[in-house]
């Protein structure tokens, strides 16, 4: 049942149900630790902390377990005695924005008077656009050697429409954001990170020789133990030298003075872990664009996102989704029937030039 061809649009599918599956675990989980009523109610910066330690010992657990690290080089560096793939030169850098990312996601919502909903609004729709325009870049540098379909670019359309139908509901408060000097730098950092990181990605997988076998494992491998080296270096500059402003202070109290629920709360976040995986696996996801990709992505956690606040609603008394919630719901159907025929039309090229066996 679970058997599919690499590339295939089984595979496609089968990534993006688990991608939903353990997102919506992962909202729903964020919502009992941080909002239920009965729950723990743990500060953002305190579940984000112990969230991010259970979200990062699960990917680690299973590179070192099924030696994902061990990928085969297009080209191998030699500096003296020691011996390393080329592809670690650029995989590097995409590790430090992967922390940038997961780090600067947390402190824009620590933010007080920022509104949660604009910044997440923004953030998503930035995404998608970053895809079509690494796509763009890379045709134009000659990396990539496929056109982007005309229904990838309505699905672009009606996705970024559907995340912004938010800003139309937003009240004039919800955009202090913007005016904001500190916010906007950590979420212009963000976004650079993030495109960074997609372009990187693309990169390595429009650029592996024909002899060579793509290796997304490996290359998901490499990012996330570089982003854990990271991330632990700038725990370790945050607890000891980052002041005492609020978030910072909060961090350094959640080590130092832990949670009874410490220990569930890290448990809580192997969710998030898991989902890391199949995010990073559909970005890179064999013989489509950069655009296709994103979109995917994206959909399918706003797809999870609303069917985390509807288990909430039921469950955990959270709030019912509001009318602009519905009517984006819409218009991400719309998106997922162009990508839909996007794929059909993507599979019969892949196919005609024995790229992937038939989907």
């Known amino acids: 049942m679970w058997k599919s061809s690499e590339g295939s649009t089984k595979e496609l599918i089968q990534l993006c149900f688990f991608y939903f599956f353990f997102y919506v675990i992962t909202g729903v989980v964020v919502k009992y630790f941080q909002f239920y009523p009965g729950g723990p109610k743990l500060g953002n910066i305190t579940y984000t902390t112990y969230s991010t330690l259970g979200g990062a010992l699960v990917p680690l657990i299973v590179i070192f377990a099924c030696k994902w690290y061990k990928f085969k080089s297009a080209e191998l560096i030699h500096w003296g005695k020691l011996k390393f793939p080329s592809e670690f030169l650029y995989i590097l850098p995409a ?26 609004v923004i953030m998503r729709g930035c995404i998608i656009v970053i895809g079509r325009i690494v796509d763009a870049i890379q045709i134009r540098q000659g990396i990539l050697h496929r056109k982007v379909y005309k229904e990838e670019n309505w699905g672009v359309f009606f996705a970024v429409l559907a995340v912004a139908t938010d800003l139309i509901w937003a009240k004039t408060g919800d955009f202090s954001l913007l005016t904001n000097p500190w916010a906007m730098f950590v979420l212009s950092s963000y976004v650079g990170a993030y495109a960074f990181r997609i372009y990187i990605m693309n990169y390595f997988k429009n650029t592996r020789p024909p002899h060579i076998q793509y290796e997304a494992k490996g290359y998901f491998a490499m990012e996330q133990i570089f982003f854990v080296i990271i991330a632990i270096i700038a725990a370790f500059i945050l607890f000891n030298f980052g002041g005492t402003t609020g978030p910072i202070q909060e961090f350094r109290d959640t080590i130092s003075q832990p949670s009874t629920v410490w220990g569930w709360a890290v448990l809580g976040g192997t969710a998030f872990g898991l989902v890391s995986f199949f995010s990073v696996f559909i ?36 709030k019912f989704p509001q009318m602009q919630e519905w009517f984006s719901l819409v218009l991400i159907f719309i ?21 992937i066996k038939q989907a």
Not at 95 to 120: N, P, Q
Not at 284 to 295: N, S
């Open 95 to 120: 590790g430090f924005c992967t922390a940038i990312v997961v780090t600067f996601t947390t402190l824009l919502y620590s933010f007080k008077d920022v509104s949660i909903m604009v910044a997440m």
């Open 283 to 318: 970005f890179m996801f064999k013989g489509r664009t950069a655009t296709f990709a994103g979109l995917v992505n994206r959909l399918t956690s706003l797809l999870a996102g609303t069917a985390a606040t509807l288990i909430s609603w039921v469950f955990l008394a959270g």
């Open 335 to 355: 998106s997922i029937a162009f990508i839909t025929k996007a794929e059909k039309k993507r599979v019969r090229e892949l196919v005609k030039h024995h790229e």
